[in-house]
Nanobody
Framework: VQLQASGGGLVQPGGSLRLSCAAS????????MGWYRQAPGEQRTLVATITASGNTNYANSVKGRFTISRDNAKNTVYLQMSSLKPEDTAVYYCNAILRTPYIGSYWGQGTQVTVSS
């Protein structure tokens, strides 16, 4: 199983970015998918998660600015980020709880998001 993340980059404060993460391999089903981030010198923290049925959960710091969604047919999760702030700068990692048929937690390789003028 592999999770491939893309879409990071450099953006000015107030700008937008869209991250994507596609899961591939011998996957029976995917339960939760989510995004986490890790800034330099800090621990990895939750940004947003989404269940297979579409229920979402967000960190307070991104509520109203970020939107998580998924395409179950493509085994892909997205993170639409708007009104970006310098404090959103971090490496963003996607995560999936999936069955292969054994349940496991899988991580993508991380994509850098830098918010700076």
């Amino acid at each position: 199983v592999q999770l491939q993340a893309s879409g990071g980059g450099l953006v000015q404060p107030g700008g937008s970015l869209r991250l994507s993460c596609a899961a591939s391999g011998s996957i029976f089903s995917i339960n939760h998918m989510g995004w986490y981030r890790q800034a330099p010198g800090e621990q990895r923290t939750l940004v947003a998660t989404i269940t297979a049925s579409g229920n979402t959960n967000y960190a307070n710091s991104v509520k109203g600015r970020f939107t998580i969604s998924r395409d179950n047919a493509k085994n892909t999760v997205y993170l639409q980020m708007s009104s970006l702030k310098p404090e959103d700068t971090a490496v963003y990692y996607c995560n999936a709880i999936l069955r292969t048929p054994y349940i496991g937690s899988y991580w993508g390789q991380g994509t850098q998001v830098t918010v700076s003028s």
